[in-house]
């Protein structure tokens, strides 16, 4: 699926936040509230699974406006369409496609400073990285994202953009396979 550079279209400033870990989930339910103080159109759409014991936080959250529930999604455009800014938090991760969607269609990126995740992020131009498992880092980045301006977010997704055709583009790819596999191949 090829990701197109997609304008932002919304005033509301929507996180577009990847779930996956117990403690990430926990957490966001408890500063979910700081977060809404902060900005008071912040709204989480939560992409992804949670285990069942979970089941009555995320009603809570949606129930206050705070988040939207998805599920896991075959086709992400739609959120990244809506989305100001994507969150991936993450303790170890292969190269992120939700990472580098995000980034191709110009939306800036919050996530972990590890090997997978940091490659798709030019930290402080293109995204925020933050130390894996510091939740109050995690938090300070999205509350940073909240307090951007729309301009500040839409040159911050255009940078993530641009890394992404510069070094991500299929024939840059092909070319540094190539070149690899000679290198290798001649030792």
């Known amino acids: 699926m090829s990701m197109l550079y997609i304008e932002y279209s919304r005033q509301k400033s929507e996180m577009y936040y990847k779930i996956r870990y117990k403690k990430e989930k926990k957490w966001i339910h408890k500063k979910k509230n700081y ?4 900005n008071e159109n912040f709204v989480l759409d939560l992409v992804g699974f949670f285990e069942d014991e979970y089941k009555e936080q995320v009603k809570e959250l949606e129930k206050h406006s705070i988040a939207h529930f998805y599920g896991f999604q075959s086709d992400p455009r739609p959120f990244y369409i809506e989305a100001d800014c994507v969150v ?14 995000a980034a191709a269609t110009g ?19 293109s995204g925020l990285l933050v130390e894996v498992k510091n939740k109050e ?11 951007c ?6 040159q911050m997704g255009q940078a993530g953009r641009e ?20 290198t290798k191949g001649e030792m």
């Open 35 to 38: 977060l809404k103080k902060e």
């Open 88 to 101: 991936l938090p993450s303790y170890h991760e292969g190269m992120s496609n939700v990472l580098l969607e």
């Open 107 to 125: 939306r800036p990126v919050v996530t972990s400073n590890i090997p997978g995740c940091r490659e798709s992020v030019e930290n402080g131009k």
């Open 137 to 147: 880092m995690l938090y300070d980045a999205m509350k940073e994202m909240l307090h």
């Open 149 to 154: 301006s729309r301009e500040e977010r839409e």
């Open 163 to 182: 890394k992404m055709e510069r070094e991500f583009r299929k024939e840059v790819v092909v070319e540094k396979k190539e070149t690899f596999s000679k």
